[in-house]
């Protein structure tokens, strides 16, 4: 039967597109249902700050009156004034194993873009860097961590086959608690021994505020990587929101030299274990577990998201060890609450030094991600 395509637009019906994740992997025992609630949020242009800089649409694509894909198409215009490369985005590429559906899929978030003058398409971002990235190309036997992607084995090759090539790998690396590193721990001991260097735990009750200077480090440590766009003041807010819940305090500290923050940490306990059953809803009795999860029982994993000095200290010979010392101290942090491993993601491909320090710490990738580029023009 032919494939038809169908287009959603966000903070509509977006019920087909929520319910084609759960078509594409209704057999597929790593997968972990997204929150639908926080879906919906985040796919609706009165919740999502990310609206206020992007257009967006949604597709989903069907055999009949069979769900079989879903994908989405969006403009981030503060990707295109930072970056002047008349570059779109496609994300939420999940499909059956089908080339005429990817194909289609694909063929409709190219037309959608090329419409609003884009001359190339890049993805999946769902919807833009700071969230899910990437189609996985190794490491399917185990679920997805928070706000990582997941997809089917034949996700890649039907990529492919639709007309997309390779522009970057990301790596997933995996840290279980063992010996540190002697380097790694002379470099903490020396740090902690600076009396000028504090390292202090995020305080949760001026999260606001603390997550402003997170937002500082981050628009200075990461100006110029591939494909990054600075951090927004309304999008910060939405995080802090957001963050509430989840963050353990114990896990996100930052790092200050004579009273001034230079440095941070954060790493998040891994949602996706206390969401894994719940099979994207959270009534009737949902929240209830998902607080008690959280809060009493805790996950056994964590997935530490960032880890950054500003610029200007990056090369201060004094302070050469504060990242290896930083490394460190969330291990130990996540060690002495009960946390049995951690995910760091990601890392580009050609990070050499960065990799380089992941490695060096004991972790090993486990997973990698693959960002794909087709011209539309």
């Known amino acids: 039967m032919k494939i038809t395509i169908r287009e959603h637009k966000p903070g509509g019906n977006i019920r087909p597109f929520i319910r084609a994740g759960h078509e594409v992997f209704r057999d597929d025992p790593h997968w972990v249902a997204p929150l639908h609630f926080e879906l919906r949020e985040r796919l609706h242009p009165k919740k999502n700050p990310f609206f206020a800089r992007a257009e967006v649409t949604l597709f989903t694509a069907w055999r009949g009156s069979q769900l079989v894909g879903r994908c989405s198409a969006q403009i981030d215009r503060e990707h295109l004034r930072v970056w002047n490369d008349d570059t779109g985005f496609f994300g939420f590429f999940d499909?059956?194993?089908?080339?005429?559906?990817?194909?289609?899929?694909?063929?409709?978030?190219?037309?959608?873009?090329?419409?609003?003058?884009?001359?190339?398409?890049?993805?999946?971002?769902?919807?833009?860097?700071?969230?899910?990235?990437?189609?996985?190309?190794?490491?399917?036997?185990?679920?997805?961590?928070?706000?990582?992607?997941?997809?089917r084995r034949w996700q890649a090759r039907l990529a492919e086959a639709a007309g997309l090539a390779k522009e970057k790998d990301l790596i997933a690396w995996?840290?279980?608690?063992?010996?540190?590193?002697?380097?790694?721990?002379?470099?903490?001991?020396?740090?902690?021994?600076?009396?000028?260097?504090?390292?202090?735990?995020?305080?949760?009750?001026?999260?606001?505020?603390?997550?402003?200077?997170?937002?500082?480090?981050?628009?200075?440590?990461?100006?110029?990587?591939?494909?990054?766009?600075?951090a927004l003041p309304d999008e910060v807010d939405k995080v802090a929101k957001d963050l509430k819940l989840i963050i353990d305090e114990d896990l996100a500290f930052l790092a200050e030299i004579d009273g001034r923050v230079i440095g941070m940490c954060i790493m998040l306990p891994n949602l996706n274990e206390a969401i894994a059953d719940l099979n994207g809803k959270l009534l009737p009795l949902g929240f209830a577990k998902l607080l008690w999860r959280i809060k009493v029982k805790h996950p056994r994993s964590t997935r530490l998201m960032m880890l950054g000095i500003r610029s200007e200290f990056r090369h201060v010979r004094k302070y050469g060890g504060l990242s290896a010392a930083m490394y460190v101290e969330v291990a130990k942090r996540g060690i002495a609450k009960g946390y049995k491993w951690g995910e760091l993601s990601w890392t580009r491909e050609d990070d050499g030094p960065i990799n380089v320090g992941i490695k060096a710490m004991g972790a090993t990738p486990y997973k990698k991600y693959r960002v794909y580029e087709k011209a539309i023009a």
């Open 95 to 151: 499909t059956v194993d089908d080339e005429e559906v990817a194909r289609a899929l694909i063929d409709a978030a190219a037309n959608w873009l090329r419409q609003r003058g884009m001359k190339r398409m890049r993805g999946p971002l769902s919807l833009y860097i700071n969230e899910e990235v990437g189609i996985l190309i190794e490491g399917f036997d185990s679920p997805p961590v928070l706000m990582m992607s997941h997809s």
């Open 174 to 230: 995996k840290y279980t608690a063992g010996e540190f590193p002697p380097r790694a721990l002379k470099a903490w001991e020396q740090v902690k021994a600076m009396p000028e260097v504090r390292l202090r735990s995020i305080d949760i009750s001026r999260i606001d505020e603390e997550l402003k200077s997170v937002q500082e480090i981050y628009n200075d440590a990461w100006q110029g990587k591939w494909a990054v766009v600075p």
